[in-house]
């Protein structure tokens, strides 16, 4: 079930009249079982892999927490070697033989590796990493081992953010479900404009925007690259709303229930380095891999070169979660070179900052400028469907001709008219964004009855009316089901 989709619009208000009407003892339990319903409306089987994962987790944790049978240790090991497996057996096993297969042929033996005809379940990433950092945070002592099984459950399945995100910490979310929510209409103002922002963002911008992602990246040998990098930064903008989107409508969704989910994004293309964009960027997964893998390689408290080392193997693994192909790894590795780099090169910026000021416009608009150019670059490996595609579109856009201007934008199946209003969106996104970092939009629309609903008005009717239902249009799929 997509967000984006007339099964949800018709599911979320039916769980939410439910949960508002049942007693306390009997809201977590239908929370439940709505959230296992959405999760089985893609694949059913797959919900028994995911309870798997909950029993193993739940299991090891009290274990830990009770050092059962003298060890402590060795349940986290259990429940990381378990659940990391599932995750390799369903995501990586063809990546490995592939590989394997690969190198031998490099070497000039041909062997025939086993392959496995099996669909990925969807959100086995996130649900894992949520699962994982709750048994480590139980390791460490950083948390108690929740005893009952329906909210812990509920914890790693809560369906708004089940199946993209954000990855949330336990502390933040077992305390929140275990109250007992009334119904507040401020909860339901502030919840359904994150959901319309959300959906607006996913329809009326990502989705146009994939067609001429799409139509580019799936055949680049047949544009020049004036069109594949102007195809290129409509996937930043694409990927960044789509994402963002399901983000929102999770948020908006759960704050109906008066459940707070964290902020997953945070203006990133307005980053003045990588650091900063990782700041931004996916928060709940980079704070992720910050806590449970950079801090315990011994992050930044090393010498130089194991820091740089840690900084390469973090988006290296970054890489892998985000897919098993080696555009992602690739992409990974590429992020980890823009990070060391940018470590090497800190004492050379303090020096530059002490002669002109760090907080210069011209200065912050460059780095935010040059910062956007890197991301760029590397959201070429991300999206392009193999590394000769990749650094085939990397030659034509490195290598345009001066006289090649010709950019023909009809060729990528969108009217001037569709994209100018592309461009308005998303220059209204940006505006937005940056505001909403001084202070929260949503509060000054909501405090405001007419603009309140003079917003809510436009943003609907922009929904409707230009929204693109055209060649290529897909409304079932976020980018980030796929990870």
């Not at 990546?95 to 031998?104: G, I, N, P, Q, W």
């Not at 194991?306 to 979660?321: E, H, K, P």
Request: hydrophobic share 50%; glycine share 6%.
């Amino acid at each position: 079930m997509n967000f984006n989709s007339l099964e949800y619009l018709l599911f979320l208000p039916t769980v939410l009249i439910l949960y508002f009407l049942l007693p306390k003892p009997i809201k977590n339990p239908m929370l439940l079982a709505a959230s296992f319903f959405f999760y089985m409306c893609w694949e059913p089987k797959y919900a028994l892999l995911m309870l798997l994962s909950i029993v193993l987790t739940y299991l090891c944790g009290i274990f830990t927490e009770k050092e059962f049978a003298g060890r402590k240790k060795l349940w986290l090991v259990l429940c990381l070697i378990t659940n990391l497996g599932i995750l390799f057996f369903f995501k990586y096993f063809n990546f490995c033989t592939d590989t394997l297969s690969r190198v031998f042929s490099l070497f000039g033996t041909k062997q025939a590796l086993p392959t496995l005809n099996v669909l990925l379940p969807v959100g086995i990433s996130f649900y894992t990493f949520q699962a994982l950092g709750y048994a480590i945070d139980v390791y460490r002592g950083d948390i108690k081992a929740e005893k009952n099984f329906i909210d812990y459950a509920l914890f790693v399945s809560f369906f708004p953010q089940l199946v993209a995100g954000p990855i949330e910490r336990t502390s933040n979310i077992i305390p929140q479900l275990k109250k007992s929510h009334k119904f507040r209409f401020t909860n339901l103002r502030d919840g359904f404009l994150l959901i319309i922002w959300g959906m607006m963002k996913k329809v009326l911008i990502a989705d146009t925007l994939a067609i001429v992602v799409n139509v580019a990246y799936n055949d680049p040998h047949n544009y020049n690259g004036i069109q594949l990098a102007f195809a290129t930064l409509c996937f930043s903008f694409q990927i960044y709303c789509d994402f963002s989107a399901y983000s929102d409508i999770a948020r908006g969704s759960a704050r109906i229930m008066n459940v707070e989910l964290m902020r997953n994004f945070d203006f990133p293309y307005g980053a003045q380095s990588i650091k900063d964009f990782w700041r931004r960027w996916h928060i709940s997964l980079s704070t992720w891999f910050k806590d449970y893998l950079y801090f315990p390689l011994g992050g930044s408290r090393v010498s130089k070169i194991r820091r740089c080392l840690n900084l390469m193997i973090v988006f290296l693994v970054s890489g892998l979660w985000h897919g098993a192909a080696m555009t992602y790894v690739v992409w990974g590795f590429l992020h980890g070179i823009y990070q060391v780099i940018g470590m090497l090169a800190l004492p050379l910026k303090q020096k530059l900052y002490s002669k002109i000021c760090k907080d210069n416009p011209v200065l912050s608009a460059l780095r935010i400028a040059g910062t956007f150019i890197l991301v760029n670059i590397a959201w070429i490996l991300f999206r392009a469907n193999s590394l000769s595609d990749a650094f085939g579109i990397f030659k034509k856009i490195l290598l345009i001709p001066v006289n090649e201007y010709k950019l023909d934008l009809p060729v990528f199946g969108l009217s001037n008219s569709t994209l100018f209003i592309m461009f308005i969106s998303v220059a209204v996104l940006i505006l937005i964004d940056r505001a909403n970092r001084n202070k929260p939009i949503a509060k000054i629309i909501n405090n405001t009855v007419w603009l309140k609903y003079a917003v809510y008005l436009i943003i609907l009717l922009s929904i409707l009316l230009f929204g693109y239902y055209g060649p290529g249009f897909d409304p079932q799929s976020f980018v980030y089901f796929q990870f």
